[in-house]
């Protein structure tokens, strides 16, 4: 079976943000939450890269083991999907989160906790207006890969199987001689991608 | 005639550009594969082991956002599932078995003299109320409190899912909202009973005495005698640990960062279940552990004997604050 993942290569996003705002186009995404975003680090300054983030759906998830309701559930494709049903709000999986995706309603107060699904929707039946309204597309059901990677304007961002997507970026790494690594493989899925 | 001369030398210096463009790409080509544009970019465990973080310049009104990777979370969660579910266990189950533990060795501890009939006034409405309402706060806000690192572990399996989030939304509201009166009531208790609980040489004698824990010995104490110091002294400091930890949890990134607000949760976790753990057994102490304890918080008026046993400084204070005040009373002779 298929293990998904994301992998954004940060020497080829050039801070567009159009992932972002595919994503919150095709999901209906309220204002004031942000499933994904684009980090620059060293903005300015020598060295200057950009990372696009969401959720990275990973290996044993700290938000899974943290939620005190337990309304989390990993597909066998490896999506870390949440019940909205079943969340209180309590915000531990923020804390336990180490790259920062849940996202709650009303800028960030209280409520239902909202994050990137991978475009995969949730526990609700596949590609049902309920599904829609509560989780955004279901694009995985369709056959389709997340819309961020599909939209990425440089293919800096790419979803899809596992050992797929670091087989394309060792190999753009090799061929161009240079890449910064796989950014946040190391803490989500404990390995990286060895060149 | 100048014109054409100018066109002229338009067409040379035009063809002069030519020839040299493309001459010089091949020497562009040259140097572009001669710099390698990583070897000034930051790698991603650089930066870790630099800050412990990583985080850059986000576009978007939530500044948050800008924290890239923050590796913290796995620890706090390695802490609230690991370290703090067995802090728990051992807290609360370690003092419910010390406490069964002592009433089989010791049993019920009885008025040697027996009860007298008469009675002296120990606590007064409002001691009572401020007590209650602490104590009644306190209860449901340790049971919600619990809910959250245990409930997952025992009371979900019984009930299943969705009911269990039902248990859990109810707790959430409760907790949240019993934590003001709660506070009030720290606030109240620390006013109305801190001149009483400043530790003294009583209570260190007090102490060496065993304290009618360890022996049978009735050590002299004033109102309040060590061990009651030792309880109003982490109901205090603990409840104010727990309420400013809670008031931070309740309001997330008011004024905290992420990891002031994993620090905020450990303390509230932490703090929280020595606390039900001390509270056990200040409430068995004050109802099945002792013989006519319950009454000084019941209906405010003990036992004389009893108030002679444990706390005889403290009956000897009343009765001479009577004998000063000779209200109504015509003085015998």
Request: glycine fraction near 10%.
């Amino acid at each position: 079976m298929a293990r998904v993942k994301f992998l954004c290569d940060a020497d080829r996003c050039i801070e567009c943000n159009a992932c972002v705002t595919a994503c919150k186009n095709e999901n209906d995404v309220p204002w004031g939450i942000n499933r994904r975003r684009v980090v620059t680090i060293n903005d300015g300054k020598p060295g200057e890269r950009s990372v696009s983030m969401a959720c990275m759906h990973c290996t044993d998830a700290p938000c899974a083991a943290v939620c005190p309701v337990d309304c989390f559930l990993t597909t066998a494709d490896g999506v870390v999907l949440h019940n909205k049903d079943l969340c209180i709000g309590c915000g531990y999986c923020f804390y336990a989160c180490p790259f920062g995706a849940p996202q709650y309603p009303n800028f960030g107060s209280r409520g239902k906790m909202d994050k990137c699904t991978y475009c995969a929707g949730g526990p609700e039946a596949d590609l049902t207006p309920a599904e829609y309204a509560k989780y955004g597309a279901n694009r995985l059901a369709e056959g389709k890969l997340p819309i961020c990677a599909e939209m990425c304007s440089t293919k800096s961002l790419l979803a899809g199987d596992g050992a797929i997507i670091a087989q394309i970026y060792k190999e753009r790494v090799l061929k161009r001689g240079y890449g910064s690594g796989a950014w946040g493989w190391q803490t989500a899925y404990r390995e990286t991608v060895a060149i | 005639m100048r014109i054409i001369a100018s066109l002229k030398t338009a067409l040379a210096a035009f063809a002069l550009v030519v020839t040299l463009a493309m001459v010089s790409p091949v020497s562009a080509q040259q140097s572009i594969q001669g710099v390698n544009p990583t070897a000034q970019a930051v790698k991603e465990q650089d930066l870790l082991r630099q800050l412990d973080a990583v985080s850059g310049r986000v576009s978007i009104p939530d500044q948050k956002s800008g924290l890239l990777i923050q590796p913290q979370g796995r620890e706090w969660r390695q802490f609230h599932n690991t370290t703090m579910f067995w802090v728990g266990v051992v807290s609360v189950l370690g003092m419910v078995a010390a406490l069964i533990a002592f009433y089989m060795v010791r049993g019920k501890i009885m008025i040697d003299g027996g009860f007298s009939g008469r009675t002296i006034l120990r606590f007064n409405v409002f001691e009572r109320f401020v007590h209650w309402l602490t104590a009644g706060c306190f209860i449901i806000l340790a049971l919600s409190g619990l809910n959250v690192t245990f409930g997952k572990s025992l009371l979900l399996p019984l009930i299943g899912h969705e009911a269990f989030t039902n248990v859990s939304v109810i707790a959430k509201y409760a907790h949240n909202f019993l934590a003001f009166p709660f506070m009030a009531g720290i606030l109240f208790m620390l006013a109305v009973w801190v001149k009483d609980n400043i530790p003294d040489s009583v209570d260190v004698a007090w102490f060496k005495a065993g304290g009618g824990l360890v022996g049978h010995d009735h050590p002299p104490a004033k109102k309040f005698n060590g061990g009651q110091k030792l309880i109003f002294w982490s109901v205090v400091l603990g409840g104010i640990a727990l309420s400013i930890s809670g008031v931070l949890l309740l309001f997330p990134f008011f004024a905290t960062t992420i990891w002031d607000m994993q620090i905020a949760q450990i303390v509230h976790g932490l703090v929280g279940v020595v606390l039900i753990a001390i509270m056990l057994a200040h409430a068995y102490i004050g109802s099945v552990g002792m013989e006519g304890a319950f009454d000084a918080m019941g209906s405010g008026e003990v036992d004389l004997n009893w108030a002679k046993e444990h706390h005889s400084l403290w009956v000897k204070e009343e009765e001479s604050k009577k004998a000063a005040m000779p209200k109504g009373m015509v003085a015998a002779e």
